[in-house]
């Protein structure tokens, strides 16, 4: 009840002032101008057409200002199991704790997040992605908001962006995702008055996200981008990719200096182990691996983390 009284006091109270009539529409207007979806397609890509459908449905039929309650999105982010309290636990012992991830993990009111019931000033999806963040700069020593490039290859609504620029990034972040998760991300984001753009339109010089859904804007972005160290992050998603995909991508990052990666053992009929060792294989050997459980509890649920080392 607690946690549900928070949660109606930022929608109320807060959530207005971030979210209005004008972005609601672009939101909507994004949606409306995209192409058909297919009709069919392999068991993986059968699934996402599924949930994409049903996903433009909602934008237009529902308040976006509550998108993480609707129904198809509210399974992808059930935050409020028993491992989310061991991640919050993690936190709150790291000497960082105060200075850095306390600040970081307080929860907006853009999208209604149901707040955590140990910690309501925040939520189990934000906690969450904290807890991987943190535990990525534990086990390589290494730090996302250090890099001046980052691409991440399935973005969720954009909460692991807003975090990583919570945490004092300003350089350029590429999301890579379906173009209706696209939308909502600059939705989302915006709404956190952080520059956003699609494609890869943006002022040269300027910290911003850019959302893309293209193989072909991937490479324009790629192809301009500044000097300067880079990271990809694909975390539950690239392991949930057609192959052909996976192998497009990975050929594209290959020179980049940090790897954040999440993965089940399987995934329809693909061994991710497999493959995620011999994509290692074919990345700069400058590379240092570390392959860990997400969590002791959850031993078959994977990260795999690379820190380059300093270039000669």
């Given at each position: 009840m607690l946690?549900?009284a928070i949660a109606?006091r930022?929608r109320v109270i807060?959530?207005?002032?971030?979210?209005?009539?004008a972005d609601?529409?672009?939101?909507?207007a994004?949606i409306q101008?995209?192409?058909?979806?297919p009709?069919?397609?392999?068991?993986?890509?059968?699934m996402w057409?599924?949930y994409?459908r049903?996903?433009r449905e909602d934008?237009?039929t529902r308040?976006p200002?509550?998108?993480l309650?609707?129904?198809?999105v509210?399974?992808?982010?059930?935050?409020?199991?028993?491992y989310?309290g061991?991640?919050l636990a993690?936190?709150?012992a790291?000497?960082?704790?105060?200075?850095r991830?306390r600040p970081a993990i307080?929860?907006?009111?853009?999208?209604?997040?149901r707040?955590f019931?140990?910690?309501?000033?925040?939520?189990?999806?934000?906690l969450?992605?904290?807890?991987?963040?943190?535990r990525?700069?534990?086990?390589?020593?290494?730090r996302l908001p250090?890099?001046?490039?980052?691409?991440?290859f399935?973005?969720?609504?954009?909460a692991?962006?807003?975090?990583?620029y919570?945490?004092?990034f300003g350089?350029?972040?590429?999301?890579?995702d379906f173009p209706e998760?696209?939308?909502?991300?600059?939705?989302y984001?915006?709404?956190?008055?952080?520059?956003?753009s699609s494609g890869?339109r943006r002022e040269?010089g300027?910290?911003?996200?850019v959302?893309?859904s293209?193989?072909?804007?991937?490479?324009?972005?790629?192809?301009?981008r500044?000097?300067?160290?880079?990271a990809?992050v694909?975390?539950?998603s690239l392991s949930?990719?057609?192959?052909?995909?996976?192998n497009?991508?990975?050929?594209?990052?290959?020179t980049?200096?940090l790897?954040?990666f999440?993965?089940?053992?399987?995934?329809?009929?693909?061994?991710?182990?497999?493959?995620?060792?011999?994509?290692?294989a074919?990345?700069?050997?400058?590379?240092?691996?570390?392959?860990?459980?997400?969590?002791?509890?959850?031993?078959?649920?994977?990260?795999?983390?690379?820190?380059?080392?300093?270039r000669?």
């Open positions: 946690a549900e109606f930022r807060l959530g207005r002032r971030t979210v209005d009539a609601i529409a672009t939101l909507r994004s101008r995209l192409p058909d979806l009709a069919s397609g392999s068991e993986a890509e059968a057409l599924a994409r049903r996903f934008v237009l308040d200002r509550r998108f309650r609707w129904p198809v509210r399974p992808m982010y059930r935050r409020d199991a028993p989310v061991a991640q993690y936190l709150r790291h000497p960082d704790w105060p200075s991830w307080q929860e907006s009111a853009v999208g209604d997040p707040p019931f140990d910690y309501p000033t925040s939520s189990g999806n934000l969450y992605q904290a807890y991987q963040m943190c990525f700069e534990d086990v390589t020593g290494a250090d890099v001046e490039f980052i691409l991440e399935g973005g969720g609504y954009g692991l962006c807003r975090l990583v919570t945490l004092g350089g350029t972040y590429a999301i890579y998760f696209s939308a909502l991300q600059q939705f984001l915006r709404a956190h008055g952080l520059p956003t890869t040269p300027r910290p911003a996200i959302t893309l293209t193989l072909g804007e991937l490479d324009e972005l790629l192809e301009g500044l000097p300067g160290r880079a990809f694909a975390l539950w949930e990719t057609p192959l052909q995909l996976r497009a991508v990975m050929t594209r990052v290959k980049f200096d790897f954040v999440g993965y089940n053992p399987r995934f329809a009929d693909v061994d991710n182990t497999a493959w995620f060792a011999a994509a290692r074919r990345l700069d050997d400058r590379i240092d691996w570390h392959d860990v459980p997400l969590q002791l509890l959850h031993e078959s649920v994977r990260h795999l983390f690379g820190a380059g080392r300093a000669n």
